[in-house]
Antibody
Framework: EVQLVETGGGLIQPGGSLRLSCAASGFTVSSNYMSWVRQAPGKGLEWVSVIYSGGSTYYADSVKGRFTISRDNSKNTLYLQMNSLRAEDTAVYYC????????????????????WGQGTLVTVSS | QSVLTQPPSVSAAPGQKVTISCSGSSSNIGNNYVSWYQQLPGTAPKLLIYDNNKRPSGIPDRFSGSKSGTSATLGITGLQTGDEADYYCGTWDSSLSVYVVFGGGTKLTVL
């Protein structure tokens, strides 16, 4: 059974740092596209970051240069290091397994998220 | 402002049918697969529809998806009170430096 369990959220002051973890079971993190998606209180979903199976990483403009996605293959765990946190980073952070498809020209494109964790709340406030 | 446009809310009575629209452009919905997610109150999103119209194992056939041009639609028949949730559409946008874009979400109320 596929399971994703996030930990590491909490209350942090503006400018502080926090590291989120997402422990996976039932599949291998390093063989999949893994993302972080966040949801501010009362708001919609926002994609934050992805790490491809090959190790390439990408970020939303809103977090570029402040957040770092990584994984530990030995622990089958995904991470999100968040630095220089701002009030607008306050949200529930979900890790999710992403999928992809190939178009008619053979190019690979992102597709849907088939499994999500339960989320961890990050509150940035003084 | 979301790249994909959804109505903020829809409502219908139990047993009735409802549709939720998701409008985009040629750079996203028009040329890519659409997925739909259900988020029950206080829970994580769950995949409901993928590749425009496919249902994951365990999703009842009361839920359906379709796509035409730059718009997609989620349909729910035989509404149940347990279907009250937020519904999000998602896809890839080739014009943006993002992995996936989501609609703003639609709150379904079963009266």
């Amino acid at each position: 059974e596929v399971q994703l369990v996030e930990t590491g959220g909490g209350l942090i002051q503006p400018g502080g740092s926090l590291r989120l973890s997402c422990a996976a079971s039932g599949f291998t993190v390093s063989s999949n596209y893994m993302s972080w998606v966040r949801q501010a209180p009362g708001k919609g979903l926002e994609w934050v970051s992805v790490i491809y199976s090959g190790g390439s990483t990408y970020y939303a403009d809103s977090v570029k240069g402040r957040f770092t996605i990584s994984r530990d293959n030995s622990k089958n765990t995904l991470y999100l290091q968040m630095n220089s946190l701002r009030a607008e980073d306050t949200a529930v952070y979900y890790c999710a397994r992403g999928t992809y498809y190939y178009d008619s020209s053979g190019y690979q494109h992102p597709n849907y998220f088939d499994y999500w964790g339960q989320g961890t709340l990050v509150t940035v406030s003084s | 402002q979301s790249v994909l446009t959804q109505p903020p809310s829809v409502s219908a009575a139990p047993g009735q049918k409802v549709t939720i629209s998701c409008s985009g452009s040629s750079s996203n919905i028009g040329n890519n697969y659409v997925s739909w997610y259900q988020q029950l109150p206080g829970t994580a999103p769950k995949l409901l529809i993928y590749d425009n119209n496919k249902r994951p194992s365990g999703i009842p056939d009361r839920f359906s998806g379709s796509k035409s041009g730059t718009s997609a639609t989620l349909g729910i028949t035989g509404l149940q009170t347990g279907d009250e949730a937020d519904y999000y559409c998602g896809t890839w946008d080739s014009s943006l430096s993002v992995y996936v874009v989501f609609g703003g979400g639609t709150k379904l109320t079963v009266l």
